[in-house]
């Protein structure tokens, strides 16, 4: 099928590369990326070797390993996305990476937006329901909402494995991209199934990947806040310290990028035609990019506000991670505790 590339997302033609602006976010993307790729590879994985075999596996050690393997798998990807990037989306890898490549670092990404909501509501039933946690919250419950969390994400990163192809434009090199011309036979079916599709995933994704996410998170930080306020614990300024931390860096990384996606699916039929998509394409390269930086920030915070970092920096790297996991507010559910031990006790102990 010839003259619709215009409805295929040739990118190349898209990014404002012949100006200044465009060139800066480019870079700063490219240096952004670079930077995930190394601190992410290097903290991720060291998270891996300690809480999966440095530490006996409780919920809070499956939790973390799985979402530092997330993370991991993602940033493992990112050279390839990198070269795409700075060969400005031209793909030099071939079909079948094409499709592997951005697979699992789709699914990688939902999975770890899925993880740290599922850490945070772990997070909220220790403080608030100590005892019902200590007797119902169980290493077997907790395996099975972790392979939930990869099968969700395994299903909506399903529509990608079937229309990211790669395509060789008409005397122009192969890019990696959205295809949809093998489901419509004319121009206007091709318009009408692009639309649709951007539409309707681009809705699902923000709501299923960003609303719902951010909102377990922001209510469960929420509860525990007032839990700590009202208690007045011994060191409850540094306990909401970590959790606006933990809150803040997922929200400051992921949000500009889910509002410029979420006003390129409302406007996406009304901009594919003009100019207008060139702009929330720019943007979309820059938020992406911050995006993706939240997948080497774990491993940062772990180390870094744990209590007494300055106290154990004498201590080897991961010893300074495997007591800051232990630390990290699910130390109580995980830790043995005798059943007569008061509720307020237990309490002290999760925060």
């Known amino acids: 099928m010839e003259t619709n590339d215009s409805i295929l997302l040739h990118e190349s033609d898209l990014l404002f590369h012949d100006s ?38 409780t919920v809070t050690t499956i939790c973390y390993l799985n979402l530092a393997l997330a993370d991991f798998s993602f940033t493992a990807t990112l050279p390839f996305l990198l070269v795409k990037m700075a060969m400005k989306e031209k793909w030099p890898f071939g079909w079948f990476l094409c499709k592997l490549v951005h697979i699992v670092a789709d699914i990688n990404l ?19 329901h100590p005892v019902w946690a200590q007797n119902h919250r169980t290493v077997s419950l907790a395996r099975k909402v972790v392979v939930g969390s990869w099968i969700l994400a395994l299903i909506l990163s399903s529509p990608l ?56 998170i922001a209510i469960c930080y ?6 700590i306020n009202r208690r007045a614990f011994v060191n409850s300024s540094h306990a909401l310290r970590v959790l606006k931390a933990v809150v803040a860096s997922f929200f400051i990384c992921w949000f500009p990028f889910q509002l410029v996606v979420l006003l390129s699916t ?27 930086f939240n997948s080497c920030l774990n491993p940062i915070l772990y180390v ?12 080897s790297l991961p010893s300074i991670l495997e007591r800051a996991l232990n630390e990290d507010s699910g130390q109580t559910c995980d830790t043995v505790t005798s059943s007569a031990s008061p509720p307020a006790d237990i309490e002290m102990k999760a925060i």
Not at 188 to 194: D, G, S
Not at 275 to 284: P, S
């Open 110 to 128: 939902f999975v770890s937006v899925f993880l740290i909501s599922v850490i945070a509501l772990d997070r909220c039933i220790c403080v608030l």
């Open 161 to 216: 494995s079937v229309f990211v192809t790669t395509v060789r434009f008409p005397g122009e090199d192969l890019y990696c991209l959205l295809n949809f011309e093998s489901w419509a036979n004319t121009f206007e079916e091709l318009f009408y199934i692009t639309v649709t599709f951007i539409t309707a995933t681009g809705i699902i994704r923000l709501i299923i990947g960003f609303i719902i996410p951010m909102s377990i």
């Open 304 to 315: 870094f506000m744990g209590q007494d970092f300055r106290e154990r920096l004498i201590h």
């Open 222 to 227: 929420g509860l525990i806040a007032v839990k």
């Open 266 to 292: 409302i406007w996406f039929k009304e901009i594919l035609s003009n100019d207008d998509y060139k702009i929330f394409n720019m943007l979309a390269y820059s938020t992406r990019s911050l995006a993706y």
């Open 20 to 57: 200044t602006i465009s060139t800066v976010l480019w870079i700063f993307s490219l240096v952004v990326v670079s930077i995930t790729f190394f601190l992410g590879v290097l903290g991720n994985g060291l998270v891996i070797w300690v809480a999966g075999f440095r530490m006996p596996h």
